[in-house]
């Protein structure tokens, strides 16, 4: 696998994506974990999800 590069991200329609790549075990008890997210695009995708649901 190959790092994810915000070329990857931009565009994309889920509100975050996972980067297990970057996700790292610190000091045996905390977990870091990294997600991605274009906040204009996957906001939108929401509202149109939430618009969809209202009008059901």
């Known amino acids: 696998e190959e ?3 915000l070329a990857d991200i ?4 889920h509100s975050c994506v996972f980067d297990a790549l970057s ?3 610190l000091e045996g008890n905390m977990v870091k974990i ?3 997210y274009d906040n204009e695009w996957g906001y939108s995708n929401r ?3 939430l ?3 209202l009008g059901q």
Do not use: A, E, M, S
């Open 23 to 25: 996700t790292n075990v």
């Open 10 to 13: 931009v565009g994309n329609p």
């Open 51 to 53: 618009l969809r649901k």
């Open 3 to 5: 790092p994810l590069v």
């Open 47 to 49: 509202c149109v999800d």
């Open 34 to 36: 990294l997600g991605w």
